[in-house]
């Protein structure tokens, strides 16, 4: 069966995207107690390009199925988690990066590079890292695992703050409630 990936976010409501949130079945990887370890040899890269052994992987496909399993335990290490094993996995950066992000409802929608939606707000947070010249915005995805926002979505986000604020008191958002700064402390 062909992947039909998720429509535009721009032309989806909020309601719409919960709905497509909730849809999505993922792997219980709470439930799971893997006696294994071992190493992936893979390495997602701070640009979201995922490897195995150095060679690019190639399919979108697999990157979604990895993806769904990748968790990131208090020390920082991220992990590819199977009922069987834990193998560890390389991460530059973040393991995702928010391609893009809308506003709708009072909440802030985003699409990631694998073609997921995730709505920030209290289960979801953002974070502003870096310094104010280069400052650096994840939101928080699942199990520990974050996604960086890329450029055009972080100017995307400073422009809903902007109307949020129009005399730039005040550089955050807010989302299902939640207040986010966008400024690195």
Not at 28 to 44: C, G, K, N, V, Y
Not at 158 to 185: H, K, M
């Amino acid at each position: 069966m062909p992947y039909e990936p998720p429509p535009e976010l721009a032309g989806l409501s909020l309601s719409e995207i919960a709905a497509l949130v909730a849809a999505r079945r993922l792997p219980p990887l709470e439930r799971w107690a893997p006696t294994q370890i071992l190493d992936s040899q893979m390495r997602i890269a701070a640009d979201g390009r995922w490897f195995h052994m150095g060679a690019p992987i190639s399919r979108p496909a697999m990157v979604r199925a990895f993806s769904s399993l990748l968790t990131r335990d208090t020390d920082g290490q991220h992990w590819l988690v199977t009922p069987e094993d834990k193998q560890s996995i390389v991460v530059d950066d973040a393991a995702f990066i928010a391609v893009d992000v809308r506003e709708d409802d009072g909440a802030l929608a985003f699409r990631l590079n694998t073609d997921e939606f995730v709505i920030a707000g209290p289960n979801h947070p953002l974070t502003a890292h870096g310094t104010l010249a280069e400052p650096a915005l994840y939101l928080g995805v699942r199990h520990g695992c974050q996604a960086r926002l890329n450029r055009s979505t972080w100017l995307q986000l400073a422009q809903i703050a902007r109307s949020e604020r129009p005399d730039g008191s005040d550089a955050t958002v807010t989302s299902q409630g939640a207040r986010f700064t966008l400024c690195p402390a």
